[in-house]
């Protein structure tokens, strides 16, 4: 036993002493870098999560009581609480798909059509940008205010009414996607530039595709990732909207959680936490839908997969028609 | 992108001729259609944006006498808009925006920076997911949620005796680390496809002919991200600039921000007739915010040179 023991140990200490060696200079080039990242995305981290917890500890707490869900439970019962989260919804819902509708067919033509529209596009999208949602807000409020003043006898008064519909107000469409527009134009915009839109239209009309194909076959599949980026932001900003909803005089979500936190403080602070949790649910459900079809590739993958492989395959088409479109499709896929 | 354009319009353009005369004629038809295109976007931004914008820009340079019914031009509602404490509002605003914009750029840059040279496609999937939802997670919620954690009974306050330090939620500091909270996401979005653009070859040539890796930051990693930092750093200077809802659920008064006084005179708190101050003000945010736009658009025509 005593004879075995020193026997049997150096084999087992030997192989880490001789592998040792070998890791050492391989390690350190590998890992100065990860340490790096991963002090970053810990205080980062640190940083993002603790409101969160402490939140949720706050309304889950309550001095001298112990721990109570009651700030939770109250919520579905509180006045309001559906009607609002339910309005929230659907005003997003129409927001992203006018602001899609708008915005694709738009960039789209951008990279078709003459380079001057490029730029006329792009200040379109970006000026909301310039003018904040404040601002916005006076602005309409002084547009509304012409409705009854000066137009209360014309049937332009009815589309101001209509406009204004407390169950469905049109005008928070129209405000937010314009809110949405700089957004929706960064996401696209920036899809669009991985993928080289008029050699893929050249091989796609090339190869008898319709107009209507091309657009629906082959730029939209090549901006999935990007449609539901766009998505995202809009969604989320519809459902955390306060300002322009409040001070035009409706109440969807964001407006409903400050009317209750007068009077029940944790309860604003749990519906907060759970609107933030809903967004993230949401979102979730977005971009499976967004990556649907190329699942086994992880999120990141699909904006640059497609980009990458697609417009290899289509160049030699469109070099056939023209040998000068072949240099520029070639050195921005690489 | 205009540097762009001359090179990649002119190629298939002087090719048509040359080639066959079919696609020369598809390419003379496109034009019109592509302008049809863009079409609906217009008309909606003319109708939704230009006609608020219009009716803005009106009432704040025009006053209307309710007795004799007349519209006259006046500078009365600016020159009052940028005095006194609408002054101090503006310039509280334009101070907090800038110094919460460049403390998100650097550190939105360090996070993107980290995810992107991370290898775990997961890793980013999930951060690049909380940014999207943290980003927009401004406004109402994130107020209450820092006001029970950093608040004057929040949890952390409470358990580090922040108070007995000096710490104050409801002031300037305060209100920068809230801000922090959506702007440095928004920054990981806006960044990581420019850092996605910075090819792992240009950093492999460098090093092999031998720069350093300081030397392949200074001389070709920032000059290509600049105009990309700068549009970013642009894009968070504005969303600080314009937010409202956060600032008016948490500190009410007790910071000067425009947003809030443009609120208080809209939903008549202070005096009667205020609606034109108003309009002045926020056509005074306008500008400012249009004078950093007019910096950042040259910018992104630059970085899109490199970054394609």
Not at chain 1, 84 to 94: D, E, I, K, V
Not at chain 1, 135 to 153: E, K, M, Y
Not at chain 1, 220 to 244: C, D, M
Not at chain 1, 306 to 312: E, F, G, K, Q, W
């Amino acid at each position: 036993m005593a004879a075995l023991t020193p026997v049997s140990r150096p084999p087992v200490s030997g192989p880490p002493v001789s592998t040792a060696p070998v890791a050492a200079p391989v390690k350190p080039a590998r890992r100065r870098p990860r340490y790096w990242r991963g002090a970053v995305l810990t205080v980062a981290g640190l940083y993002f999560l603790t409101p969160l917890v402490s939140s949720f500890v706050f309304t889950v707490h309550v001095p001298n009581q112990g721990v109570t869900f009651a700030a939770y439970s109250g919520i579905l019962s509180a006045d309001g609480f559906t009607e609002s989260l339910f309005l929230s919804l659907s005003l997003a819902c129409a927001t992203i798909a006018l602001a899609l509708l708008l915005v694709v067919p738009a960039l789209v033509a951008v990279r078709l059509g003459p380079p001057r529209l490029r730029a006329v596009v792009e200040i379109v999208c970006m000026l909301p940008l310039v003018v904040p949602p404040i601002a916005l807000v006076t602005g309409i409020a002084t547009v509304l205010r012409w409705g009854p003043d000066h137009f209360s006898r014309t049937p332009l008064y009815q589309t101001f009414l209509a406009v204004q519909n407390e169950s469905f107000p049109v005008v928070l469409v129209l405000a937010y996607t314009v809110l949405a527009l700089p957004f929706v134009h960064r996401s696209l915009d920036a899809g669009l530039r991985a993928v080289d839109v008029p050699t893929l239209v050249e091989a796609a009309r090339n190869c008898g595709a319709g107009r209507l194909y091309v657009i629906l076959r082959v730029i939209l599949p090549n901006l999935r990732s990007s449609l539901a980026g766009a998505s995202f932001l809009t969604l989320a900003l519809v459902l955390g909207e306060y300002t322009v909803a409040s001070l035009l005089g409706f109440r969807p979500f964001a407006v409903w959680i400050v009317s209750v936190s007068g009077a029940e403080a944790r309860m604003s602070v749990a519906v907060s936490l759970l609107s933030l949790l809903i967004t993230w649910a949401l979102l979730l459900v977005l971009s499976r839908a967004g990556t649907g079809s190329s699942a086994a590739v992880p999120a990141a993958g699909p904006s640059t997969a497609p980009a990458a492989t697609t417009p290899a395959a289509s160049a030699p088409a469109a070099s056939a028609g023209g040998p000068s479109t072949a240099p520029t499709a070639v050195p921005g896929k690489e | 992108m205009t540097v762009l354009h001359p090179s990649a319009a002119p190629g298939p353009g002087a090719a048509a001729p040359t080639g066959r005369k079919a696609a020369g004629r598809t390419r003379r038809r496109r034009p019109p259609r592509a302008w049809l295109g863009a079409l609906p976007l217009l008309v909606f931004a003319g109708l939704c944006f230009g006609l608020p914008a219009g009716a803005l820009l009106y009432g704040a340079l025009t006053r209307t006498d309710p007795a004799a019914g007349t519209t006259e031009l006046t500078g009365e509602h600016l020159s009052r808009s940028l005095q006194g404490p609408y002054l101090t509002s503006l310039t509280g605003s334009v101070q907090l925006s800038a110094l919460t914009a460049a403390l998100a750029t650097v550190l939105g840059v360090l996070i993107a920076q980290a995810v992107v040279t991370s290898r775990r496609g997961a890793l980013r999937g999930a951060v690049l997911t909380a940014s999207g939802v943290l980003a927009n997670f401004g406004g109402i919620p994130l107020a209450f949620a820092f006001v029970a954690t950093l608040g004057i009974s929040g949890v952390v306050t409470e358990i580090g005796h922040l108070d007995a330090l000096g710490w104050n939620l409801y002031s300037f500091t305060g209100l920068t680390v809230i801000y922090l909270y959506f702007l440095i996401p928004l920054m990981v979005l806006v960044v990581v496809p420019a850092l996605d653009g910075l090819r792992p070859q240009w950093r492999e040539a460098a090093l092999n002919t031998g720069a350093t890796t300081w030397q392949f930051w200074r001389h070709v990693g920032l000059p290509v991200l600049a105009p990309s930092l700068l549009g970013g750093f642009v894009l968070l200077f504005g969303s600080a600039f314009a937010a409202h809802a956060t600032a008016a659920a948490l500190v009410g008064g007790s910071v000067p921000l425009v947003t809030l006084k443009i609120a208080d005179a809209l939903s008549g708190n202070v005096l009667v007739g205020q609606e034109n101050v108003a309009l002045a003000l926020s056509l005074d945010m306008i500008v400012i915010a249009g004078l950093v736009m007019a910096v950042y658009l040259p910018l992104q025509r630059r970085s899109s040179r490199w970054l394609r």
